[in-house]
């Protein structure tokens, strides 16, 4: 009887090791949401099914899909909106218009909690989405983003629909100094599928397109 209280003591002593760090991630992750108004969003599927860059500035590569890159991450993860943020969509949704908008995929996993930070891009093309950077950075567009719109419109040519950027990674509640581009070129589990600055799919892309 005595052997196996403590064989029965031993299993949940071994099972509360296990669960205490995915108890602790869910927790870290709520507190996460509360305190930056975030609440569960269903992206549209065009923009899941869209290809993305990956660094704001110069990207070098065209990754893709969305929801490909969210199937590697190995994590339980969750799309979320800012509460500001949506209302904003919905105000611009009203007035006809297709702005940008920034979603987080929130990846939980029992050795830690990650958010990706991607914007939605709904233009139609390489100009549109010039245009919106012009609108907001002015003259200094053309020097910051000349490069990046013609190399788009190389990769448009070729059947590549970019829906979304991939503008930062937060790791335990900090912004990651990394671009995220720089981040999944080193974890090696997620290749990119077009090479922006040669014009052109990568082998390993051309072969299952």
């Keep these: 009887m005595l052997k196996r209280w403590f064989l029965l003591m031993s299993m949940l002593m071994l099972l509360s090791l296990v669960m205490t760090p995915q108890v602790v991630a869910a927790e870290s992750a709520q507190a996460f949401r509360q305190k930056n108004g975030l609440q569960v969003y269903a992206p549209p599927v065009w923009f ?76 139609e093309s390489p100009q549109a989405w010039f245009d919106a950077r012009r609108a907001y950075h002015g003259r200094k567009a053309e020097g910051y983003y000349g490069k990046t719109e013609s190399e788009l419109e190389r990769a ?10 991939l503008r930062f990674l937060i790791e335990k509640g900090d912004l990651s100094l990394q671009s995220p581009e720089d981040v999944i070129l080193k974890r090696d589990k997620f290749q990119p599928v077009f090479d922006l600055s040669a014009g052109r799919w990568l082998r390993s892309a051309a072969k299952t397109k």
Excluded: C, M
């Excluded at 993860?77 to 904003?88: A, Q, S």
């Design 48 to 123: 899941l099914e869209g290809y993305f860059i990956a660094r704001e500035k110069n990207p070098g590569y065209i990754f893709g899909t969305v929801q490909d890159f969210v199937k590697t991450l190995g994590a339980t993860t969750t799309w979320l909106i800012e509460d500001l943020e949506l209302k904003r969509l919905e105000v611009a949704t009203a007035e006809g218009k297709k702005p940008e908008y920034s979603l987080y995929l929130e990846a939980v996993a029992p050795e830690r909690t990650e958010y990706w930070v991607f914007v939605v891009l709904p233009h």
């Design 156 to 165: 448009l040519s070729q059947g590549l629909k970019i829906k979304a950027e």
